[in-house]
């Protein structure tokens, strides 16, 4: 008999839906995992106002009729964004407000130049019980600095709103990992799937991977360790979240590759797979649905998902996009 796992249907607290042609197909994809996910505003337009939001969420609902899956919403802050806005994005179910540092990734040419830019709005966040999740990366920096160089940012951040509750998202590197560690209660970090099972090596250490291209860069693997050895032994305020951002092949097959890795339809067997050779199986099922929802003060997950040690092929194309592990074959697979 092959090894099974029963775990409650996971919370991905990271993941890209987009908007028009693609949201149907990706919410699907999405929702034959998950149980909920907490979306992220960096559409054309951004998601930043509670009309926006409300469309969107009833866009996913709509995609995703007949399964059972719950959006969460963010909203993406913006230079001067008012008071008004925030508590009119939090009346209108938004639970996060997003912090991209301006340029830093995909859509984020109209992001934040310094936290004074959205003072108020951090302010209104702190009143009103929103959580920041923070893109931390300093644009200014080399490449592979860029997560580290920022943690500045995020501790002044820490310092001047003292009730604010914050996610340093899609962790990278150790000083990240550290930062969060010895961070407050209030504090906490997400990983992506690819962070953990993947290094700067996958990337371009043979030929360049434009599909394993995403922003925070893949690191070199002591980073890619010491996430691994954090998760591996159930270290507090630390908890999943994909960051699967869909790109079209043929964009991510052009000359200039944008950041993103659609991650969401292999990440959770190959978790089961890699905490497994680790001797640490025990420990997904915190990691994927417990210790974020606690963080959210969200009610555990419920339903189920089974994960079964039985030869899976990642299939090479789905939604029009290449997945992550395309082609690859994984030890475990998700009953859908
Ligand atoms: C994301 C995207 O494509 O929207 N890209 C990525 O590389 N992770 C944006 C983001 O979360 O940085
Ligand atoms: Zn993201």
Request: with cysteine; proline share 8%.
């Amino acid at each position: 008999m092959p090894r099974t796992l029963r775990i409650p249907r996971p919370d991905d607290f990271h993941v890209h839906l987009r908007q028009g042609e693609g949201l149907a197909a990706y919410a699907r994809r999405e929702a034959l995992h998950f149980g909920r996910a907490l979306v992220m505003p960096n559409t054309l337009p951004p998601l930043s106002g509670p009309e926006s939001l409300s469309a969107y969420r009833a866009a996913i609902l709509e995609a995703t009729a007949g399964l059972s899956f719950e959006p969460l919403l963010s909203f993406k802050l913006l230079p001067g964004m008012a008071r008004q806005t925030v508590l009119a994005c939090a009346a209108a179910g938004a639970r996060v407000g997003k912090y991209y540092p301006a340029g830093a990734t995909t859509n984020a040419q109209d992001g934040i130049r310094e936290p004074g830019e959205i003072a108020e709005a951090l302010a209104a966040m702190e009143e009103a019980g929103l959580i920041l999740s923070i893109h931390g990366e300093d644009q200014e920096a080399p490449a592979l600095e860029r997560e580290a160089a920022f943690l500045p940012v995020v501790d002044g951040i820490l310092s001047s709103y003292p009730r604010l509750r914050l996610i340093l998202e899609h962790l990278s590197t150790r000083e990240g990992l550290a930062f969060v560690q010895a961070g407050p209660e209030r504090l906490a970090g997400t990983l992506t799937a690819h962070h953990l099972l993947l290094s700067l090596d996958d990337l371009l250490g043979e030929g360049l991977e434009a599909h394993l291209f995403c922003k925070p860069v893949l690191k070199p693997a002591v980073h890619r360790d010491a996430l691994r050895a954090a998760v591996f032994s159930g270290l507090p305020r630390l908890f999943f979240g994909s960051d699967s951002a869909p790109h079209p092949r043929v964009k991510k097959e052009s000359g200039r590759a944008p950041a993103g890795i659609y991650s969401a339809p292999a990440a959770l067997p190959a978790l089961a797979g890699l905490f497994d050779q680790a001797g640490a199986l025990d420990r997904l099922e915190p990691f994927l649905c417990s210790r974020g929802a606690d963080f959210y003060r969200l009610p555990r997950p419920r339903g189920q998902l089974t994960l079964v040690e039985e030869a899976w092929t990642v299939p090479d194309e789905l939604d029009g996009c290449v997945p992550l592990l395309a082609g690859q074959t994984l030890a475990w697979k998700a009953i859908e």
